[in-house]
């Protein structure tokens, strides 16, 4: 005889539906494969078993990287990153320490934050400095968040954070710094109009005269004190050869001779001094 027992209806105390409710549909139960994966050796079965897995819970992934959208980086790399965070979770993942959903979303959602974080900046910012960044902006937005709210200063920022008025400072200018600007970029519209290259400066020759004017001075101390003279009224003093000549009582040739032998003498002194340094220099380097 056959005696029918009652089933457990949906939503009902004992039903298993209740028991096992999640909180996202994308959210399968998986425990005993994990329990599986975890009993079984390397090799093509658990690599299987471990490809199941990440298919199984691809779609959480995606609606975590989802929440990253808009953000300066494509959808479809924000859902590359995320898989890559899910096999990291599932790779890591231990059984016995409860429910991997509570495990994996954090994971994930770390991949992705360290993805903006080591990929989207233009340049390479400290991480203390994204951190003074995110604290930053959050301030921001939960301090104008009432309607006609002023714009707060860096010390409301500081109030509301705990941080210091540089620190907030610091994390004010990260910021304005997720992307760099085209050197072609203009920063003025019109017929007076400027880009950034104009801008920025430019190497100064003046520099060169003062290293070429110090490498000199000991060529100049030791010519005798004529030339020495001649040298000064010539280039100091901007007299000709010929005003040089009758002040000193000698020919403008012999003045012309004189000033391109001393020129020469202070010249090879120095190309000399300059060789024998990069000499030295790489007899010490070997």
């Known amino acids: 005889m056959l005696i029918d027992t009652p089933t457990s209806r949906p939503g009902t105390p004992e039903s298993p539906t209740a028991s096992t409710r999640r909180r996202h549909d994308d959210a399968p139960d998986t425990a005993a494969m994990f329990a599986r994966l975890a009993a079984m050796e390397d090799g093509p079965e658990r690599e299987a078993v471990r490809d199941e897995l990440v298919t199984a819970w691809l779609p959480m992934a995606h ?44 994971t994930i959602t770390g991949e992705i934050k360290r993805h903006f974080r080591d990929r989207m900046w233009a340049l390479r910012v400290p991480r203390r400095v994204q951190e003074l960044r995110n604290k930053v902006r959050v301030a921001r937005r939960e301090l104008t968040q009432s309607p006609g709210s002023p714009e707060p200063t860096t010390a409301d920022i500081a109030a509301h954070t705990g941080l210091t008025e540089e620190e907030v400072s610091a994390g004010m200018e990260a910021l304005e710094s997720f992307s760099t600007l085209s050197l072609d970029a203009e920063l ?99």
Not at 75 to 93: M, N, P, S, T, Y
Not at 227 to 252: V, W
Not at 259 to 280: T, Y
């Open 63 to 106: 609606r975590i990287a989802g929440r990253f959208r808009d953000r300066g980086e494509s959808i479809e790399d924000l859902r590359q990153v995320a898989a890559l965070g899910l096999v990291k979770a599932i790779d890591r993942f231990d059984p016995d320490r409860g429910a991997f959903e509570s495990y994996a979303v954090p």
């Open 188 to 286: 003025s519209a019109g017929d007076d109009g400027y880009s950034l290259a104009d801008t920025l400066g430019a190497s100064d020759s003046s520099y060169d005269v003062v290293v070429d004017r110090e490498s000199a001075k000991e060529g100049l101390r030791r010519l005798p004190e004529r030339e020495r003279a001649i040298l000064y009224m010539r280039f100091f003093e901007d007299m000709t050869q010929s005003r040089i000549a009758d002040r000193l009582g000698i020919s403008q040739m012999h003045v012309s001779r004189l000033i391109s032998r001393s020129c020469a003498r202070v010249r090879d002194e120095v190309l000399g001094q300059r060789a024998g340094r990069r000499g030295n220099g790489g007899n010490a380097a070997i």
